[in-house]
Nanobody, 123 residues
Framework: VQLQASGGGLVQAGGSLRLSCAAA????????MGWFRQAPGKEREFVAA????????NYADHVKGRFTISRDNSENTVYLQMNTLKPEDTAVYHC?????????????????WGQGTQVTVSS
């Protein structure tokens, strides 16, 4: 499956951004979807995941209550709504896909990755 992320940009602390990730090539609803991020000099880290049907979600502790992951299987797109952004959220954000059982929201094992979109939060 091919993934194309978009929606990044420069925003002030406290602001919001909405990332999108469009998928093509395979049956989108067969895949759990996740968002990851990588800041300069740091390891890539899990941000959020959504199950195949979109009914279950999973978040890293540092984004709980601020970020919301969702998907539209009719549009083959997954979203990440980011509110109350902090400078430490600055990173390249990648969407990813993996096959999974119904209802799963995995944090690892993703084997399809998008190219990433830069999010910069100024203080």
């Amino acid at each position: 499956v091919q993934l194309q992320a978009s929606g990044g940009g420069l925003v002030q602390a406290g602001g919001s951004l909405r990332l999108s990730c469009a998928a093509a090539g395979r049956t989108f609803s067969n895949y759990a979807m996740g968002w990851f991020r990588q800041a300069p000099g740091k390891e890539r880290e899990f941000v959020a995941a959504v199950s195949r049907a979109g009914k279950r979600t999973n978040y890293a502790d540092h984004v709980k209550g601020r970020f919301t992951i969702s998907r539209d299987n009719s549009e083959n797109t997954v979203y990440l709504q980011m509110n109350t952004l902090k400078p430490e959220d600055t990173a390249v954000y990648h969407c990813a896909a993996r096959t999974s059982v119904t209802g799963a929201t995995p944090t690892v094992g993703y084997n399809y990755w998008g190219q990433g979109t830069q999010v910069t939060v100024s203080s």
